[in-house]
T-cell receptor
Framework: ELKVEQNPLFLSMQEGKNYTIYCNYS?????LYWYRQDPGKSLESLFV?????AVKQEGRLMASLDTKARLSTLHITAAVHDLSATYFC???????????????FGQGTILTVHP | GAGVSQSPSNKVTEKGKDVELRCDPI?????LYWYRQSLGQGLEFLIY????????KSGLPSDRFSAERTGGSVSTLTIQRTQQEDSAVYLC?????????????FGAGTRLSVL
């Protein structure tokens, strides 16, 4: 059974600081997604990572994928209050050779950015 | 354009009653997914539709749960004889084809409370 584990689960940061959220998964996959969820809202897609060594950046967020280590990271640079949300990684574990987007999610990391 | 729409947004029901949850995907999206989000279990995959067919319904927790999709568009998730452990937020997502790397766009969810 695939396990997707994020750490930390809770992250309290000061504005302006940098930090990294880690996402480890237990089986081979080269299809990893990052989502953001604001309180009471739905999930918003942030990044899609589809190959070993993939790196994507958007604003203060940068995501990377190491398929050999089964690890993805979400790096936050110079955090601002607007980044406060819950961040989920998700791995596509569709069976067989054809991907159809069956996602297994990590537990989520609740990020709070303080002034 | 319009995103994924779910109704109702909140549903309170008594134990033992049946409920129907509706999802309107983004127009033109052939793939549709149902997930469940609860405090204890996190985000869990329930079922995947490609067109009107459900090639993967492996995440449905029991035979009280069923889903259908008609016209390659609207989907209904039905829970019969609801139990308290069914209380959760039920999320629907759609993607263009379901293929590798397709982003899933999520609706705002239906919060189900079983009393």
């Amino acid at each position: 059974e695939l396990k997707v584990e994020q750490n930390p689960l809770f992250l309290s940061m000061q504005e302006g600081k940098n930090y990294t959220i880690y996402c480890n998964y237990s089986t081979t996959s080269d299809r990893l997604y990052w989502y953001r969820q604001d309180p009471g809202k739905s999930l918003e897609s942030l990044f899609v990572l589809l190959s070993n060594g993939a790196v994507k950046q958007e604003g203060r967020l940068m995501a990377s994928l190491d398929t050999k280590a089964r690890l993805s990271t979400l790096h936050i640079t110079a955090a601002v209050h607007d980044l406060s949300a819950t961040y989920f990684c998700a791995v596509d574990i569709s069976a067989g050779g054809t991907s159809y987007g069956k996602l297994t999610f990590g537990q989520g990391t609740i990020l709070t950015v303080h002034p | 354009g319009a995103g994924v729409s779910q109704s109702p947004s909140n549903k309170v029901t008594e134990k033992g009653k049946d409920v129907e949850l509706r999802c309107d995907p983004i127009s033109g999206h052939t793939a549709l997914y149902w997930y469940r989000q609860s405090l204890g279990q996190g985000l869990e995959f329930l079922i995947y539709f490609q067109g009107n067919s459900a090639p993967d319904k492996s995440g449905l927790p029991s035979d009280r749960f069923s889903a259908e999709r008609t016209g390659g568009s609207v989907s209904t998730l039905t829970i019969q004889r609801t139990q308290q452990e069914d209380s959760a937020v039920y999320l629907c997502a759609s993607s263009l084809t379901g293929g590798r790397g397709n982003i899933q766009y999520f609706g705002a969810g239906t919060r189900l409370s079983v009393l």
